[in-house]
């Protein structure tokens, strides 16, 4: 069985300040890992994945995130937010079949 | 861009009626999913196709029934709508490469009155 779960439903952090957005999985599998971003009245999108090559995942927009097995976590950062970077961001694991298991979100707003 | 496309974009129903909403992808992409997002919930499964014909429940499958006579239509019906089913419903397609990926659509935003 697979799961995921993200740490704060709420994040907000000031302009220019660091991201981080946890993200914590369950895998019997190895697993494949996600983060998707959702503006507001939009679909999904995809920000960056792991899929067993370097753990450290660059992804779209200056975010990045880091497979870390021993901690079963993929947190997603960005050193810098910018204002267009508020939004929903959701985490998600597969690798088990070819269904994805998605976290409950976090929605991040930045602050001027 | 997996040419993704979703009807209705919105629709306003009164409890009891049937209502059916289309995905349409353009790229014959084998795997097809239908979610359900909700304030709190996140995105959960409701029923998944992997090819035509074939089709499998998800984790909140129940009230909800599929069919996908094309490879390129997934239809979701609500047999009977009820007032929990309001909610915005996204399709998905998957590319079939083997890493999981989905590509989302737009979603349609559906209001049981």
């Known amino acids: 069985a697979q799961s995921v779960t993200q740490l704060g439903s709420h994040v907000s952090v000031s302009e220019g300040a660091l991201v981080l957005l946890r993200c914590n999985y369950s895998s019997s599998v190895p697993p494949y890992l996600f983060w998707y971003v959702q503006y507001p009245n939009q679909g999904l999108q995809l920000l960056l994945k792991y899929t067993s090559a370097a753990t450290l995942v660059k992804g779209i927009n200056g975010f990045e995130a880091e497979f870390k097995k021993s901690e079963t976590s993929f947190h997603l950062t960005k050193p810098s937010a910018h204002m267009s970077d508020a939004a929903e961001y959701f985490c998600?694991?597969?690798?088990?079949?070819?269904?994805?298991?998605f976290g409950t979100g976090t929605l991040l707003a930045v602050q001027p | 861009d997996a040419g993704i496309t979703q009807s209705p974009r919105h629709k306003v129903t009164e409890t009891g009626t049937p209502v059916t909403l289309r995905c349409h992808q353009t790229?014959?992409?084998?795997?097809m999913y239908w979610y359900r997002q909700d304030p709190g919930h996140g995105l959960r499964l409701i029923h998944y196709?992997?090819?035509?014909?074939?089709?499998d429940k998800g984790e909140v499958s129940d009230g909800y029934s599929v069919s996908r006579s094309k490879t390129e239509d997934f239809l979701l019906t609500l047999e009977s709508a009820t007032s929990s089913q309001t909610s915005v419903y996204f399709c998905a397609v998957d590319e079939g490469k083997g890493d999981n990926e989905q590509f989302f659509g737009p979603g349609t935003r559906l209001t049981v009155l």
């Open positions: 196709s992997y090819g035509v014909k074939d089709t």
């Open positions: 998600a694991v597969g690798g088990a079949t070819n269904k994805l298991i």
């Open positions: 790229e014959n992409h084998r795997y």
